[in-house]
């Protein structure tokens, strides 16, 4: 299924046609499949060259003990649908340097990364749901991370799958058309 965004300026293909399912085919994909997005990530731009992102993942037909542990981060609403992803992952960020002081850039780093994990992601053919809706506290302990790092959001990767098999609001918003504000809206030349 293609929903291509209606653009006011040409944009490059891979941008106009990614977008978010929620409906995934639960297709066996090794972590590999994401290697390529995980190395346009690495060639983001950072501040400094911090590079204060890590990712942390999982492929259900890899391992599916790991597949569980990231999935119990999600909030009950998320999970529902994520549980139908082939791979997940938690992205965390580097909020605070090793001596204690705020990288407050560390998010807007794990952004850029995040922009082109994202644009690789639908360059290889697959979808990527990004979701806010996690247990931070939960994911940021139960992922182990050193002081100073905290989870931001977490990702559900696949093939796109059966609309009827979500919850009917859900399914529904799948169909819907793409949008977005206006860019009279958001851009404010001076």
């Known amino acids: 299924m293609k929903k291509t965004a209606v653009t006011a300026s040409p944009i490059l293909p891979?941008?106009?046609?990614?977008?978010?399912?929620?409906?995934?085919?639960?297709?066996?994909l090794p972590l590999s499949r994401i290697a390529s997005a995980l190395e346009a990530g690495r060639w983001a731009p950072s501040a400094s060259n911090r590079q204060p992102w890590r990712i942390y993942a999982a492929s259900k037909s890899d391992s599916p003990e790991g597949f569980a542990k990231l999935l119990s981060f999600l909030v009950p609403f998320n999970a529902t649908w994520a549980a139908e992803a082939s791979i997940l992952i938690i992205g965390a960020a580097q909020i605070e340097n090793d001596e204690g002081k705020p990288q407050p850039g560390a998010l807007y780093?794990?952004?850029?990364?995040?922009?082109?994990?994202?644009?690789?992601?639908?360059?290889?053919?697959?979808?990527?749901?990004?979701?806010?809706?996690?247990?931070?506290?939960?994911?940021?302990?139960?992922?182990?991370?050193?002081?100073?790092?905290?989870?931001?959001?977490?990702?559900?990767?696949?093939?796109?799958?059966?609309?009827?098999?979500?919850?009917?609001?859900?399914?529904?918003?799948?169909?819907?058309?793409?949008?977005r504000k206006p860019l009279s809206e958001i851009f404010f030349p001076q």
């Open 14 to 28: 891979v941008l106009a046609e990614r977008w978010s399912p929620r409906a995934f085919n639960s297709a066996a």
């Open 109 to 179: 780093d794990l952004g850029l990364y995040m922009g082109n994990f994202a644009t690789q992601i639908a360059a290889d053919g697959l979808h990527l749901h990004q979701m806010t809706g996690i247990d931070v506290d939960a994911a940021t302990k139960g992922l182990d991370m050193p002081a100073g790092w905290q989870a931001v959001f977490a990702g559900a990767i696949g093939e796109f799958g059966d609309i009827a098999a979500l919850p009917e609001k859900l399914a529904a918003r799948e169909v819907e058309p793409r949008s």
